[in-house]
């Protein structure tokens, strides 16, 4: 008899730090193409390097994760 194991919350974070980081990276590539109000800080693209960082974070999270649970799954 098998025993399934649940998936970790670590699985759950990687997803939603994925998710908001591909829509705000897909923003800050939106704004170089498309500027908006010129502001003080508008010329380092924080919403393109903020999306970058938690897209990273995100899928460092995530991969792990899934590669944990289905070597638990496998047994």
């Given at each position: 008899?098998?025993?399934?194991?649940m998936l970790?919350?670590?699985?759950?974070?990687?997803?939603?730090?994925?998710?908001?980081?591909?829509?705000?990276?897909?923003?800050?590539?939106?704004?170089?193409?498309?500027?908006?109000?010129?502001?003080?800080?508008?010329?380092?693209?924080?919403?393109?390097?903020?999306?970058?960082?938690?897209?990273?974070?995100?899928?460092?999270?995530?991969?792990?994760?899934?590669?944990?649970?289905?070597?638990?799954?496998?047994?």
């Open positions: 008899m098998s025993e399934q194991k970790s919350i670590w699985f759950f974070v990687g997803v939603m730090l994925t998710l908001l980081g591909a829509i705000i990276l897909s923003t800050g590539v939106y704004y170089i193409f498309y500027p908006q109000q010129k502001t003080v800080l508008s010329n380092i693209n924080p919403s393109l390097w903020w999306g970058a960082i938690m897209l990273a974070v995100g899928l460092a999270f995530l991969v792990p994760s899934i590669k944990a649970y289905r070597s638990s799954n496998s047994n």
